[in-house]
Structures are given as C-alpha cells and as structure tokens.
C-alpha cells in the first residue's frame, strides 16, 4: 500500500455530489479505502463506479439520507462490516434552503437546519464508538458563511447552520482528544460546483459574488478536497478544533 492515506478507512458523506465525489477519487488515489454514500442514488453510483475505474477501494450505501438516525447506523455498519474499522469522519453532505427573511419560512429554516447541522450529528454519534476505538480525524465541511456574509447572498438559515458546525467542531475536538479523536473544519468560500454552476451564470449573483474574492475566480472541488486530504492524513497530526478557510482569500479584506 502506497499513498498519503495508506489503508486509512476514509467515510465521506455526499460522494454523489462535487466536493464529495472529487473527494472520494483523490483518497481512493492516495490509498484510501473509501465508504460512501448519498441520497441521489445514481449519481452516487457513478463515483463508486469511477473510483474503482480507476482502481481504487470503495464501497458505497444509496439512497442514505443522514437526517435519519437509522441511515447514519447503517452506514457505519456498512463501514464496519467492509473493513473493520474507521480512521476518517468527513462530515460532507447538506443541503439548504436560500431565502431573505420575508420569505424564508420557518419549516425551511428548520429543514436547514436538519439538512446542515443534524446530520453532522447523527453521522458523528453513530461512528463516535468506532472512533473512539483508535482514535481518528474527523473533518466537518463548514463554510465562509460561518465568518461572514455575503450582499449577494440570501444565507440566513445556511450561516445558521454552519456556524452551528464551526462550533460543533470545536466542541468535539474536546470530546475528542482523549480518545485520539482530532476534529477540524474547512470552510470554503464560493466554489464552482453543482449547486453553484447556474448561479455562476447569473451575473447579478456572480458579480458581487467574484469581487470578494482575493484570486478574482471561484474554487474548484478538487482545491477543498486537497485541503480534506491533509486533514485526513497523519500530515495534520498537531491540528485540531482548527478552520482551513479555502476561500481565495474572500474573508481576509
Ligand atoms: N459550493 C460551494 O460554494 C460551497 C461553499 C462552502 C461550503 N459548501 C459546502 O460543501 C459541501 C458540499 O457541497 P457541494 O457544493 O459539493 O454540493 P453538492 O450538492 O454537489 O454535494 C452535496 C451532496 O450531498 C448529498 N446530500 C445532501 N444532503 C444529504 C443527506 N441528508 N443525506 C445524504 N446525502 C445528502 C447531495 O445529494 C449531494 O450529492 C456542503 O456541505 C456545502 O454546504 C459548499
């Protein structure tokens, strides 16, 4: 075995989606043996697909939809049972819902708020025991919106839920750390992935959006997961309860 994450058990929720899927085919290629899943069954199938294409470990549950207690059990069992062990949490997947106040209602709100926070949660509290067992990283995927806003932006309920996972991460990092446990997020700023494709073409969105960025362009998928591959490896040994902002430099003017 060969590869900065050498026969590490990598979990890595939304492999179906951009950063889940490029995620998923950069650990694979560094060694990984990678568990996936995503509640878009086809889509998840096709990284599953293109990871072992290209050689790679990986098995992978669809539909899983990590709102449901029961799913994350199961996902964990599905890790478990494959390859005995789990060494890497990241805590990928969400959805939410993007309205100003007059009208974001509150059932979208509270769906942000499962789809964003409660399924770092669920997942988190089924693999904690596996964790625990011999210690491990966990990488839960904030975002800019935890530290800033943005004009352009409806992200009421998104910065709600992701200040919740920036401070969830620290709080785990302390749990943690008697077990071996490191808990680190990353925040990325705007990236160029399917959710944000069709906005990228708005140019009232894109506009404002690309001015506050430092490097005058939006991230690729593959620039997160390089940062989710350090945080996963032994290379990020001495980090925990950390942010990586991934962002161009979007929150530092
Ligand atoms: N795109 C950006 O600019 C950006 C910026 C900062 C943070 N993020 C965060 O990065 C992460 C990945 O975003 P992306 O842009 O790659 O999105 P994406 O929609 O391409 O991928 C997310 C995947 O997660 C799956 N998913 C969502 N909720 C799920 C659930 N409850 N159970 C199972 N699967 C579920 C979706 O089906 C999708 O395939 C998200 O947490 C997002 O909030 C994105």
Known sequence: MSGRLAGKVCLITGTGGSMGGSSARMFAREGAKVVGCDFNLEAARATLDAVRAGGGEMVSLEPCDLRDPAACAALVALALDSFGTIDVLF???????????????????????????????????AAWPALQAKGGSVINMASVSAWITYQALPGLAHSAGKGAVLSMTRHLALEGRHHGIRVNSLSPGLIETGPTRGLLAVPEFAGPMIDKIMLGRPGQPEEVAAAALFLASDESSFMTAADMRIDGGTTAW
């Open 91 to 125: 805590n990928n997947a969400a959805d939410a819902h993007f309205a100003w106040i007059n009208e974001l209602t509150n059932e979208a709100f509270a769906q942000t708020l499962d789809s964003e926070v409660n399924v770092v949660f669920n997942l988190t509290k």
